[in-house]
């Protein structure tokens, strides 16, 4: 109802401009003004419907691009001599290039709406108009904890961004009646003041938000596309979504693959047997980066380090796994003396 009486207003004052323009006359009649009028008032109206599903970033980017447009070719037309130019009319030539230019900004800047925001503009500001790298942590990372080793060893750089929303689900994590959530909550709550604390990287805490947006995931893909910034994440689906919508992201587990160590088969090493492997016989051992090895006929030495030559290498998505071969020599089980016979 309230956006009828205003179009019934727009109208009315479209109309009163259009008379002060063209006074409307009865005898003769001239509909001249009434005319004008509605045709302003028409084009508003058409415009309002035209951009009422565009988002504000490309509202704003545009509107930027059209008064630098103007600006620009104000300039031009400040510095070239339209007078001497007998051919066309000089408010002809005038009119053309204000189109021009500002048609072009208009386009080039609702484009590039999508980074046209609040804290871009701030970011420009405070840091002098150099580019930030920003590097933003998602919720399953901050549980993991590795990335509190990784910033500690000075490797990463720049600027790590935890969303409020990020927070929000943390501690809704942590104030979780399962005692298992509960501490997966606490533990990435420390995580992040243990990374804060640290001096080797910058934490700033991101009051962006997406009401439009329910889940967490395309929240932090909005969030890297406004900062033009990655993600920090070990989540596989977040990783494909994010790559699939043009965001780069930093996967944990992928850097913890690539860091471990090259094995050969025919190298040897030196493994515990934790446990009973899936194939009779089987042993299974773990290496210092959790690496898995499987060892034949390693079953009988459960709960002691044995050497080993590798035999193969598998790659899966998990990570390598490790075959192998004991190479500890099986001590001979004594033979039970028996009492000699002295008689028949």
């Known amino acids: ?74 300039v031009v037309v400040a510095l070239l001599p339209l007078e001497g130019l007998t051919e066309v009319p000089a408010f002809a030539l005038r009119g053309f290039l204000f189109l021009l230019f500002g048609y072009t900004g208009l386009a080039i800047g609702a484009a590039r709406g999508e980074r046209f925001t609040l804290a871009g503009l701030r970011s420009a500001w405070t840091e002098g108009g150099q580019k930030r790298n920003y590097k933003i942590l998602d919720t399953s990372v901050i549980i993991d904890g590795r990335i509190a080793d990784v910033c500690e060893t000075g490797f990463l750089d720049g600027t790590l961004v935890v969303p409020q929303f990020v927070l929000r689900e943390l501690q809704y994590i942590a104030d979780s009646q399962d005692s298992l959530k509960r501490n997966r909550g606490r533990k990435g709550l420390d995580i992040l003041q243990r990374i804060k604390k640290g001096p080797e990287v910058k934490v700033i805490i991101s009051e962006a938000d997406f009401p439009d947006i329910k889940d967490v995931d395309m929240k932090l893909i909005e969030l890297a596309k406004q900062l033009n910034g990655k993600i920090i994440t070990n989540d596989f689906n977040l990783n494909k979504v994010a790559e699939l919508r043009g965001v780069q992201v930093l996967n944990i587990n992928v850097l913890a693959n690539s860091l471990k160590p090259v094995v050969l088969p025919g190298e040897a090493m030196k493994v515990f047997i934790l446990k009973e492997g899936k194939e009779p016989n089987q042993g299974v051992g773990y290496l210092d980066d959790g690496t898995m090895v499987v060892v034949d006929n390693a079953k009988r030495h459960i709960g002691r380090n044995i050497d080993i030559t590798v035999t193969s290498v598998l790659q899966t998505t998990a990570g390598k796994m490790f075959f192998g071969k004991s190479d500890t020599v099986e001590e001979a089980a004594p033979i039970e003396q028996r009492p000699r016979r002295t008689g028949p």
């Open 1 to 74: 109802m309230g956006s009828i009486i205003l179009r019934a207003v727009l109208v009315l004052l479209s109309i009163l401009y259009g008379s002060s323009v063209r006074p409307i006359r009865l005898e003769p009649l001239d509909l001249t003004g009434l005319a004008i009028g509605a045709g302003v008032a028409a084009a508003i109206i058409a415009l309002e419907y035209l951009l009422r599903g565009k988002d504000l970033n490309i509202l704003l980017g545009g509107l930027a691009g059209l008064l630098l447009g103007g600006a620009s070719a104000g």
